[in-house]
């Protein structure tokens, strides 16, 4: 499996037309532009059973659960971090950092872990592990898109391919 940076320095170095992904740190997008195409707000994803899908926000102060979260630096990460500063919440458990939807959605049914996600990841795998989201109150929303060459070459390619993105996702979210 490559990792978006892997997949945005092929796109730097001309051996991709264009890369479908998550809005990307400042850093990794030299010589890029990056066309939105959607955005989902970030939940908490829960076990349909799990006590805290009772309870609001402001008792969730000690956690006692695991939580999954997206890695240090990554947008998911910082919104995450600002709502459990938002409502004074401290770990008492466990604080898993993964990137992968399978690893938090098994944590979220298996273990009753909140995992901290966009609300797209949750769709996926729907059947199998269903789990309850809850858009957290002032996270900001991870912009889904396309990234292009910042010089215009691939416009023609990435014009289709965004227009095939498009119409899969209206599809998939009916």
Do not use: C
């Amino acid at each position: 499996m490559l990792f978006r940076s892997q997949l945005l320095e092929q796109l730097q170095q001309g051996e991709l037309d264009a890369v479908l992904g998550r809005l990307a740190e400042p850093d990794r997008m030299m010589h890029l532009r990056f066309e939105p195409l959607w955005s989902e707000p970030l939940v908490a994803a829960l076990h349909p059973a799990h006590p805290l899908l009772t309870l609001p926000f402001s008792q969730w102060q000690t956690l006692s659960v695991p939580l999954v979260v997206a890695l240090p630096g990554t947008a998911i990460r910082k919104a995450a971090d600002d709502f459990l500063a938002s409502i004074d919440a401290r770990p008492g458990a466990a604080v898993i950092e993964t990137l992968e939807p399978e690893i938090g959605r098994s944590l979220a049914w298996h273990d009753h872990a909140v995992w901290f996600t966009p609300s797209g990841n949750i769709h996926d795998g729907l059947e199998s592990l269903p789990l309850e989201p809850l858009t957290l109150p002032g996270a900001a929303s991870e912009a889904i898109g396309l990234y292009l060459p910042a010089d215009g070459e691939g416009d023609a390619a990435g014009g289709h391919i965004a227009d095939l993105v498009d119409l899969v996702h209206s599809l998939r979210h009916r």
